[in-house]
T-cell receptor, first 112, second 113 residues
Framework: EAQVTQNPRYLITVTGKKLTVTCSQN?????MSWYRQDPGLGLRQIYY???????DKGDVPEGYKVSRKEKRNFPLILESPSPNQTSLYFC???????????FGPGTRLLVL | AQSVSQHNHHVILSEAASLELGCNYS??????LFWYVQYPGQHLQLLLK??????LVKGIKGFEAEFIKSKFSFNLRKPSVQWSDTAEYFC???????????FGTGTRLKVLA
């Protein structure tokens, strides 16, 4: 089944404890992206990747890192999480940057 | 900077009522436009998109949207809503030649049975 998977789905952590949220797609998509969803703010793009080893900042990249070493994986790294990064995170992928994005199920993160 | 405005944050309708959700964007060049829907507890999924051609775009589940370039708008419509259309709807814009997507803040639609 074609899908975008994210792990973990739920995470509670404490300020400053590094964490990684994984994202994987099995559709051989080139374009991948991370968003955060906050009430009243909609979805905001954090980082995106046009292909392996090619990444760039979205609108809210501060406090996040990404890597794209393989086509299928696009992990989101929070080196030192803070409470303002408490949010619902979505990974998405598309065949190319012009095509329809397919979203993962979301990761709900709480930073205490 | 590009932005997307969805002026209706919450909409409540009765079944069979007509729906129109507004979406306006600020960007003077060529854009790609999208409407996504997020049903309760589910992933975001694409309703429809506009890249070029006929400005009236038909999507899934009876939804359609009209691109009016002069008004920088891409409003979503459905002639007769159903209870199952209860969801949050997001308009999104991608400026041609860029790789970034800008989403609106979303509109929560509640359809009363």
């Amino acid at each position: 089944e074609a899908q975008v998977t994210q792990n973990p789905r739920y995470l509670i952590t404490v300020t400053g404890k590094k964490l990684t949220v994984t994202c994987s797609q099995n559709m051989n998509h080139e374009y991948m992206s991370w968003y955060r969803q906050d009430p009243g703010l909609g979805l905001r793009q954090i980082y995106y990747s046009m292909n392996v080893e090619v990444t760039d900042k979205g609108d809210v990249p501060e406090g996040y890192k990404v890597s794209r070493k393989e086509k299928r994986n696009f992990p989101l790294i929070l080196e030192s999480p803070s409470p303002n990064q408490t949010s619902l995170y979505f990974c998405a992928s598309s065949l190319t940057w012009q095509e329809t994005q397919y979203f993962g199920p979301g990761t709900r993160l709480l930073v205490l | 900077a590009q932005s997307v405005s969805q002026h209706n944050h919450h909409v409540i309708l009765s079944e069979a009522a007509s729906l129109e959700l507004g979406c306006n964007y600020s960007y003077g060049g060529t854009v790609n436009l999208f409407w996504y829907v997020q049903y309760p507890g589910q992933h975001l999924q694409l309703l429809l998109k506009y890249f070029s051609g006929d400005p009236l775009v038909k999507g899934i589940k009876g939804f359609e949207a009209e691109f009016i370039k002069s008004k920088f708008s891409f409003n979503l419509r459905k002639p007769s809503v159903q209870w199952s259309d209860t969801a949050e709807y997001f308009c999104a814009v991608k400026a041609s030649g860029t790789y970034k997507y800008i989403f609106g803040t979303g509109t929560r639609l509640k359809v009363l049975a």
